[in-house]
């Protein structure tokens, strides 16, 4: 994998995700097939960065620093795999990208008439990206994306953690 393919994937998803029940998250990974996990146990953060869609003011505001809490998500997760944050010779680096698109639009097909149409269907989605901190190519690439409605801020927490668990799981884990 390359930071081409990592900026194609940044293309396609753009949005956080925010709905119940879970099932509908979908978590997919691409991995660098050369890489030893095993050898990684540090990380920094690089940053991350928000995109947001709403020309019509439909997204109800949480009422919680989105951004802290996939932090501390990811902070916590990556714990858990055996990486650890460091401030300095971190062996990777961490980014991710959060956005939401309350103007997506998708193919439905009508139930009763089985006509396709286009309709608004607000998407939403997070990528989480683990890049080797030596060489600067990008070795992980997590994606999340649901449906979008407004939810209270607690039933958004509860996702946006099934997500980030659900990605960073399937990052090998460090011996």
């Given amino acids: 994998m390359n930071k081409s393919i990592f900026l194609f994937t940044i293309g ?3 949005s956080a995700c925010t709905l119940t029940p879970k099932d509908d998250i979908q978590v997919t990974s691409d991995i660098d097939p050369k890489i030893n996990f095993s050898g990684y146990k540090t990380y920094e953060w690089l940053g991350s960065l928000g995109m947001f869609n709403d020309p019509a003011g439909k997204w109800k505001a949480v009422d919680f ?3 802290s809490e996939i932090a501390i998500l990811i902070d916590r997760e ?3 795999r055996g990486i650890e944050e460091s401030m300095a010779d971190a062996d990777l680096l961490v980014m991710y990208l959060a956005g939401i698109d309350m103007e997506a639009l998708q193919a439905k097909t009508d ?3 089985q006509l396709k149409t286009i309709q608004n269907v ?3 989605g997070l990528v989480i990206a683990l890049i080797d901190a030596r060489s600067g190519f990008v070795i992980w690439v997590g994606t999340a994306t649901a449906q979008i409605r407004n939810l209270p801020s607690e039933q958004v927490q ?3 953690d099934y997500a980030v668990t659900q990605m960073i799981k399937q990052i090998p884990k460090s011996k």
Wanted: charged share 20%; proline share 11%.
């Fill in 12 to 14: 396609l998803v753009i």
């Fill in 65 to 67: 620093d989105m951004d």
């Fill in 78 to 80: 990556l714990g858990k």
């Fill in 111 to 113: 139930p009763q008439t």
């Fill in 122 to 124: 607000p998407q939403g």
């Fill in 158 to 160: 509860q996702r946006l």
